[in-house]
């Protein structure tokens, strides 16, 4: 009878044990949403690409700290290309690496996650932004260019205090 009740007492604590890190794991992943779309609002917040997917050959993993900044109504590029250019200055131009102010901001929020499209144009091309937010903070940016292949990335929304 003894052995009977020690079983059941250690089988209700490995159960209750149990749930309580589902709960904890659910507040985390409500906190993080949250954040996120925080940031999305307030068009403050940064993504750090991982992987490039040129629209021919294969994918390549990132091993430099490249990123997507958005601060209000201004974007910081710094993103490698890999792929065709049809028309671009002597040398190869600056590419995905430069400043500018955004227009046609739109903002979705969809079933798992948030759409955000906006284009920014430059000297040398004009670009079309259109980014895949997961509630979890992954992402996957798409970038469409008039003088050269689109190219897709995919990376992770930072997570820094809003200003």
């Known amino acids: 009878m ?5 079983l ?9 044990t149990g749930n309580a ?9 409500d ?11 307030n ?3 940064t993504v750090d690409v991982s992987m490039a997917y040129p629209m021919r050959g294969r994918s390549i993993p990132l091993t430099s700290s490249y990123s997507l900044k958005m601060k209000n109504d201004s974007v910081d590029v710094y993103l490698p290309y890999f792929g065709r ?10 590419g995905l690496h430069f400043q500018s102010e955004i227009t046609g901001f739109c903002l979705e929020k969809k079933k798992k996650g948030y759409e955000v499209r906006f284009s920014s144009k430059t000297e040398e091309d004009v670009f079309d932004f259109y980014l895949d937010i997961s509630t979890g903070g992954s992402v996957t940016v798409s970038v469409t260019m008039y003088n050269r292949q689109p190219i897709r990335y995919s990376g992770e ?7």
């Open 85 to 94: 250019a049809y028309s671009v200055p002597y040398g190869g131009g600056k």
């Open 21 to 29: 890190g589902t709960q904890a794991s659910e507040t985390k992943k």
């Open 8 to 16: 059941f007492i250690l089988w209700a604590c490995v159960c209750l």
């Open 31 to 41: 906190t993080t949403e949250i954040y996120i779309e925080k940031q999305l609002d």
């Open 43 to 45: 068009r403050c917040f």
């Open 157 to 163: 929304i930072v997570a820094e205090e809003m200003q």
């Open 2 to 6: 003894r052995k009977i009740c020690l």
